[in-house]
């Protein structure tokens, strides 16, 4: 990667829809009906999974083609869920990730679980799980 990733977030109408903008490409976001919205796209959420889920897949099929594994193809499903853990963070709900990896193709066991190893040395499973400083600036 060349530069720093960027994007542009833009909100619409007062329906909860947001025009997002990253290099050539656009996609919306959104809330479902039930919350406000529009359904129009993604919740923020499902944005952060589908991120998490997208450079585990990737990370995974170039680490296997490097070794010349027959890895066919990745399957990651992920699901986000707050957890009340009794002593643990003063009492506040712990954010979870689960994150289940199906690997397709005739794998030895060895070269599966180095992936699942693999898949937790993603960019941005790191940075999840790094301490991340967020600076607000007026614009």
Known sequence: MKDNPCA???SSDGTYS???KARVHEWAAGEPVEDGGIDNGPMPYELLLSALGACTSITLEMYAARKGWPLEKVHVTLEHSKE???GENGGKPVDMIDRVVRLEGPLDDEQRMKLIE???KCPVHRTLTN???IN???G
């Open 8 to 10: 542009t977030v833009e």
């Open 18 to 20: 947001q025009l997002i």
């Open 84 to 86: 009340e853990r009794a």
């Open 118 to 120: 693999i898949a937790e």
């Open 131 to 133: 301490q991340i400083n």
């Open 136 to 138: 607000t600036l007026l």
